[in-house]
């Protein structure tokens, strides 16, 4: 069974900085793009940043400069370095591993992460 769990969400001021990490069991993320999305309250789930299994990454316009994602494939955890916080940061960060063979498509979600940036 394929389990992603993610860590690192916390209560931060803003301009502050967390690494969220998400690490996967059950299955090697090699092959796998790992994304980052969030979902504020009253708000659609939305991608935050992607990686593909090749390291190649996609970062959304509204946090680019400020989040980067990562992966380490023999830790098999993906990373979500956040800087420079914002209140508007402030969701529940899910992890996703996604992978596409023939016509099979895998798809697993973490629990999510609460990020709360506050004063």
Do not use: H
């Not at 803003?14 to 059950?26: F, K, N, Q």
């Not at 939305?46 to 946090?63: K, N």
């Amino acid at each position: 069974q394929v389990q992603l769990v993610e860590s690192g969400g916390d209560l931060v001021q803003p301009g502050g900085s967390l690494r969220l990490s998400c690490v996967a069991s059950g299955t090697r993320i090699n092959n796998y793009d790992m994304g980052w999305y969030r979902q504020a309250p009253g708000k659609q789930r939305e991608l935050v940043a992607a990686i593909t299994s090749g390291g190649s990454t996609d970062i959304a316009d509204s946090v680019k400069g400020r989040f980067t994602i990562s992966r380490d494939n023999t830790k098999n955890t993906a990373y979500l370095q956040m800087n420079s916080l914002e209140p508007e940061d402030t969701a529940v960060f899910y992890c996703n591993a996604r992978a596409v063979t023939g016509w099979r498509t895998y798809d697993y979600w973490g629990q999510g992460t609460q990020v709360t940036v506050s004063s």
